[in-house]
């Protein structure tokens, strides 16, 4: 019985697999013992490669078997072990059938396909590194300048082929690394693509991890769901990006992937509807508690070095990788080189979409456009430049009425590139305009209602007018400042700095600076851990919650209780060095008062260096406050009566004079509204038919001047 199931998934394998019984037998085992699907175990106890699958013979195993368990009758006129291995066989066929191709509907569907079209499913050739010759030349055509790192990616692509393959782990587990904009992205594509054209990969896909998105804990799930389904894709590459910003829970998974070829789950799923949930039914079959990366590349993707790796992953992770590769940086030939790309590709695209004749002094055109590239901008400037050209000619296409294929001269005058078309001159870059300034406007609409604050208000604008000047300095090819973004804010409570700071954020965002714009608002409690070793993984995961936005730390001088305070001094140790590394896309803000901040500076060596940017805000004058009050009420649905105005005044004057630090400036007024507002309703009871929503001088209890 068992030799003719054998004889019939071997033959239902093609003939390439001559898979064994005891392969089989054992393959079986350790499927259960392991996961996997059966094909996987098969491919990894035989070593040979995954066969076709022939879902016509397999059915008629099927049927036959049911047949044959039809005409046996009651089993206990028989041999009851031979109907019980009958069952055996069947249940086996039918759990590993469902398993690795989908259920006996879905293969008869494909079969009743496969038969009209007259052809059965195509396995993926067998590769060896005869494979890839040519592919690299493919690559270098798409890809500029970076010619030995190819050369090392296809290394590395190769390497599985020649070498033995560990039972049950990633085919190769690769680390590329690189400046930004250097092709990183673009090789791996370009060679997933070639693959796939030339037949031996069914698929190009490219299964992409953002680790940055699984900054914070508790998106276990989350990240656990995305993985699965990377791994369970087709693509044969895994890659992940951005590591050095994903929570250090989530990295023990791809740690054990690479190191281990599977990670264990702390809590076993099932699959429903494509997702995966956690079930804790002892009983439940067909669960899921481990990830297996057979059969996949596991790719690294960042611009941080290897030794920023071994800072996150560990020393056994870079022991375990199969190659590093590295792309250089870019220089002027090789910029000169992609733009003549674009060029070429302009003048066709111009033509086929816009009906224009295009010419231009090419040499002249490709050296201008080089400016684009400045400051880190790289082939993303060029890139930008380009696509602005043709987005500026598009729309002059649109607004006017030209001939078909009529003449437009493209010239380069003081840096400007200008269309020429007859008479008509455009200055094309500085004809898109500045975009979309609809949120900018309402942010600065915001911040001109807050009272006072003068000259913290001059300073914040100041910072749009800093980047837009950058911004052009490097679209002209010049150097382009960094300013150190990170600020003190020191001021007594109550004078706005936390409202500032959320407006900050926001407002970084409109214009560019900053991509998420959220504020994250914490103290000591929020940082310091409870014991040895809580601190730092406490405040890395506070950092990660805020990059893309601002980190507020209020009464930041709790951080600091002396030099024995070792956990104190280890948030602020780590805070630094988030700072560093994190520095393009988060600002920090410690705010506190003056006297405490200068002390607390002195805490580490690093910190006055990045906090440059010291603002102080200054207790309210009466005047300030009285305005303040007139908008609290206001914004509760109240007026304050104006024989009550002098009062008030003459109040917060006397109370800013006395006891500022301690009365709460914005929260003193906050305090005296409300209480306003308790006893005008008290007062209503007596005169039913006062104005509801006024506030007289008796609602307010004004003598409290000196506390």
Known sequence: MFDEFDNTVNSAFGKRSNYSSEEIDEALKRQKKNGGSLMENLQAISGKSMPTLDTRALLKENERILKQMESIGNPMQVNLDYHQSLQKDLDDLTKNIQSDFGTMETMKAENKTFEKEGKLPEAEPEMNIESFKGIEDVINAKVIGQEAFVKKLLIAFKRPLVMPEKEGYPKNSIFI??????????????????????????????SIIDLSIYHAAGMDKVFLQDLYSALRSDAKIVLFENFENCHSSYLTYLSALVTEGKCRLSERYVMQKGQLVGVTNALASDTVSTFNAAGKYIVIIST???????????????????????????????????????????????????????????????????????????????????????????????????????????????????????????????????????????????????????????????????????KKRREQGLKAGEVNKHMIFTGNPGTGKTTIARIISKYLKAIGVLTGGQLIEVSRADLVGRYVGHTAPLTNQVIQSAIGGVLFIDEAYSLYRGKDD?????????????????????IVILAGYSIEMEEFLTANSGLKSRFPNIINFPDYTGEELLEISKITAKSKGYVIDDEALDGLLTYYNMVQMTRAMDAGNGRLVRNKIEDAILNQSRRLVAEPDADLSLLKLMDFELDDVNG
């Open 304 to 470: 941080k070095g290897l030794d920023k790796l071994a800072g996150s992953m560990g020393a056994p992770f870079i022991n375990a990788l199969g190659d590093v590769c590295e792309t250089k940086s870019l220089d002027r030939e090789n910029y000169i080189e992609f733009s003549n790309r674009c060029y070429d590709a302009l003048v066709k695209q111009v033509a086929e979409k816009l009906f224009f004749k295009l010419e231009a002094d090419k040499e002249a055109f490709v050296e201008n456009s080089i400016v684009y590239t400045e400051k880190g901008r790289g082939l993303a400037g060029l890139m930008h430049y380009y696509e602005d050209v043709f987005k500026a000619l598009a729309q002059m296409k649109l607004e006017g009425d030209y001939e078909r294929d009529e003449l437009l001269k493209l010239e380069i005058c003081d840096g400007a590139t200008i269309a020429v078309i007859g008479e008509e001159r455009t200055d094309l870059i500085a004809s898109l305009g500045g975009g979309y300034t609809g949120e900018i406007d309402k942010i600065k609409a915001e911040m001109d209602d807050i009272v006072g604050l003068k000259e913290v208000k001059e300073y914040i604008f100041s910072l749009e007018e800093y980047f837009s000047v950058q």
């Open 566 to 586: 070792t956990f104190g001094l280890e948030a602020i140790d780590t805070l630094v060095k988030g700072i560093e590394d994190n520095r393009d896309n988060l």
């Open 177 to 206: 690394t690189g400046p930004e904009d250097t092709g990183k992205h673009e090789s791996l594509t370009a060679l997933a693509a070639e693959l796939k054209n030339r037949k031996l990969w069914k698929s190009d896909e490219i």
